[in-house]
């Protein structure tokens, strides 16, 4: 069925240090794919997304990549802050209609 | 709360019981769907629902049941064939069109008591 890999699972980094977490996906007929914030006991929050026929996108101190051909994409943010600190979730548009997420990458920043 | 709600926000369970929990949203979406969320696991689809009376099965779907009566309400059962049913459970609804502008609840803590 259909998958989306994440990695890490975890990640810890100084502030101010960049984080980039990947994530690769199985259904070559995916075509949007949004990246998800989530504090401790709260709802998953947008953060940003990105369509299948752009490669990048970009906002503030976030972005996004995308490589089709190697279903893959990733996502970037610079001058890291303690309240980065949090789970990102992955999600690809499946073809049934429905988002597809991968198991989280928990996030920590130290001061 | 951001158009979706989900009551409650915690949830006891004893062994044998079925419970269901409320989602409603008051976005107009046509697609509603249930994850669980499990530490480590990020999120699985339980049922999703593309149109009212109509609703289709997700990764994790037994010891689950929906219904789709309006387009405002998903409410999701865990019945007592659930054997693991302690999770933080999810209600997302989206514009129907794709995924597109997919908004969250949120959620309800169940625990087997």
């Known amino acids: 069925g259909e998958n989306v890999e994440q990695h890490p699972s975890t990640l810890s980094v100084q502030e101010g240090d960049s984080a980039v977490i990947k994530c690769t996906y199985s259904d070559s007929a995916s075509n949007y794919f949004p990246w998800y914030k989530q504090e401790l006991g709260k709802r998953p929050q947008l953060i940003i997304d990105?369509?299948?026929?752009?490669g990048e996108k970009k906002d503030q101190r976030i972005a996004v990549t995308l490589n089709k051909t190697a279903k893959h994409f990733s996502l970037h943010i610079t001058e890291t802050q303690p309240e980065d600190s949090a789970v990102y979730f992955c999600a690809a548009g499946g073809s049934q209609g429905n988002l597809i997420f991968g198991k989280g990458t928990k996030l920590s920043v130290k001061p | 709360d951001g158009g979706i709600t989900q009551s409650p926000k915690y949830l006891f369970r004893k062994e044998g019981q079925n419970v269901t929990l409320s989602c409603e949203q008051n976005?107009?979406?046509?697609?509603m769907y249930w994850y669980r969320q499990d530490p480590g696991q990020g999120l699985r689809l339980i049922y999703y629902?593309?149109?009212?009376?109509?609703?289709q099965k997700g990764d994790i779907a037994e010891g689950y049941s929906v219904s789709r009566e309006k387009k405002e309400s998903f409410p999701l059962t865990v019945t007592s064939a659930q054997k693991n049913p302690t999770a933080f459970y999810l209600c997302?609804?989206?514009?129907?069109?794709?995924?597109?502008?997919?908004?969250f609840g949120s959620g309800t803590r169940l625990t087997v008591v």
């Open positions: 990105i369509r299948s026929n752009v």
């Open positions: 629902s593309q149109i009212v009376n109509d609703f």
């Open positions: 997302a609804s989206s514009t129907g069109q794709g995924v597109y502008g997919y908004t």
């Open positions: 976005l107009n979406h046509d697609a």
